[in-house]
Structures are given as structure tokens and as C-alpha cells.
């Protein structure tokens, strides 16, 4: 069965330092683009950043930008994220995703998705 | 970055009912979008990319049109189970953006 296991979350203060970890099982994890998405509480889904399969590619959300880090172990299945600065607009709940590429076309879609993980930022 | 809106923010009805969502890109984005399911307390779920596009296990009663800038994803028959928020998401270039969401309730 293909599955996203995150983890990592919790209660950190602003201006500190956390990192994420989504397990991946199921697929031939280094095959896949990945990434990670956010929902504040009560708020939409924002994207947050993604990672080539070989992690020789990142892209980042200007939110983010300069404070996160994506990341990833091939050799261990798992995906990171290292947040750093944080701010309180960063409370929400961190999704980590598969990506698949369609066949037809250049789109790319997020087929599997984790439980997801709550990180809280507040003093 | 590329805005998208959708609309409407919500909508109310009965099961049986057509639905249609519209998601509108700030700039032309070929078909590169993708719609997603979400329920309360659960993660997105895939429904349709690469504008039209049925991801595999998702029922046939839902569908997605479009290219450029105006998309549109349709629930022929709304069932029990599809009371939901609904998202687009662009992927034609980074920073991926998001709709605002299209909360469907129950009339």
C-alpha cells in the first residue's frame, strides 16, 4: 500500500527551529518529485515547497523562501522539511504529497497525500 | 506569482443536483490544474489533473474542462459523500498557487 506517514509537528516558539519528516512506503520512493503543503486553521490549502526525485531541484513558496528547507534521503525513504524563523503565520497543518506527472501532458498533479502535521508557533 | 479564484465561495444542494465549480487563473496556465477533494479533518484528495484528466478510483459522475485561463469542474448527480470543499491548484509554473476553495453543504 502506497502511504505517507508525517511527523515532527508541535509547539515551538517564534524565531525557533523545527523539522519535518513524511516516511514514504509503498512506491519506489526516489522515482517521485515531492512536496509539502499547509492549512492554516480554518484556512485553504496553501503549497509550500517541492523537491525533484534525486533532490537536485527545489522550489519554495515566496512565504517561505530564505526560512525552509526541503530536503530528502533516497536511502531511507523520507522526505524533509526544516523550518527555520518561524513565524505565528506559520501554524498550520504540514500535508507531504506524492507528485505524478500525466502522460499527456506537462501538468503534474498530488496523487497521495499524508495525514498531515500540526506545527503551532507561539510563545 | 499566478492568482486563481474560484467560484462560488459556497454553495448549497441536494443530492441529485448538477454541480459546477469555476476556477480562473490570473494568466493562461495551458490545462496545467488540478482540482482536489477535502474534507473536514482529512487530507486533499486528487479528482481531476491535467484540467481533465479522472484520476484513477475517483467516480465518473465528476469531471473537468478547460484551458488557458477558465476551468470548470462538474459533479453530474451530487451524491451523499460529496459534501466537501473543493480546490484548483495550478501547476503550470512555481510557486504552485491554490483557489481560495468551494465549500459544497447540503441544502
Known amino acids: 500500500e502506497v502511504q505517507l506517514l508525517e511527523s515532527g509537528g508541535g509547539l515551538v516558539q517564534p524565531g525557533g527551529s523545527l523539522r519535518l519528516s513524511c516516511a514514504a512506503s509503498?512506491?519506489?520512493?526516489?522515482?517521485?518529485?515531492m512536496s509539502w503543503v499547509r492549512q492554516a486553521p480554518g484556512k485553504g490549502l496553501e503549497w509550500v515547497s517541492a523537491i525533484s526525485g534525486s533532490g537536485g531541484s527545489t522550489y519554495y513558496a515566496d512565504s517561505v523562501k530564505g526560512r525552509f528547507t526541503i530536503s530528502r534521503d533516497n536511502s531511507k525513504n523520507t522526505l524533509y522539511l526544516q523550518m527555520n524563523s518561524l513565524r505565528a503565520e506559520d501554524t498550520a497543518v504540514y500535508y507531504c504529497?506524492?507528485?505524478?506527472?500525466?502522460?499527456?501532458?506537462?501538468?503534474?498533479?498530488?496523487?497521495?497525500w499524508g495525514q498531515g502535521t500540526m506545527v503551532t508557533v507561539s510563545s | 506569482a499566478i492568482q486563481m479564484t474560484q467560484s462560488p465561495s459556497s454553495l448549497s444542494a441536494s443530492v441529485g443536483d448538477r454541480v459546477t465549480i469555476t476556477c480562473r487563473a490570473s494568466?493562461?496556465?495551458?490545462?496545467?490544474l488540478g482540482w482536489y477533494q477535502q474534507k473536514p479533518g482529512k487530507a486533499p484528495k486528487l479528482l481531476i489533473y491535467?484540467?481533465?484528466s479522472l484520476q484513477s478510483g475517483v467516480p465518473s459522475r465528476f469531471s473537468g474542462s478547460g484551458s488557458g485561463t477558465d476551468f470548470t469542474l462538474t459533479i453530474s448527480s451530487l451524491q451523499p459523500e460529496d459534501f466537501a470543499t473543493y480546490y484548483c491548484l495550478q501547476d503550470y509554473n512555481y510557486p504552485f498557487t491554490f483557489g481560495p476553495g468551494t465549500k459544497v453543504d447540503i441544502k
Open positions: 509503498g512506491f519506489t520512493f526516489s522515482s517521485y518529485a
Open positions: 494568466q493562461g496556465i495551458r490545462n496545467d
Open positions: 491535467a484540467a481533465s
Open positions: 504529497a506524492k507528485v505524478i506527472r500525466a502522460y499527456s501532458s506537462s501538468s503534474i498533479a498530488f496523487d497521495i
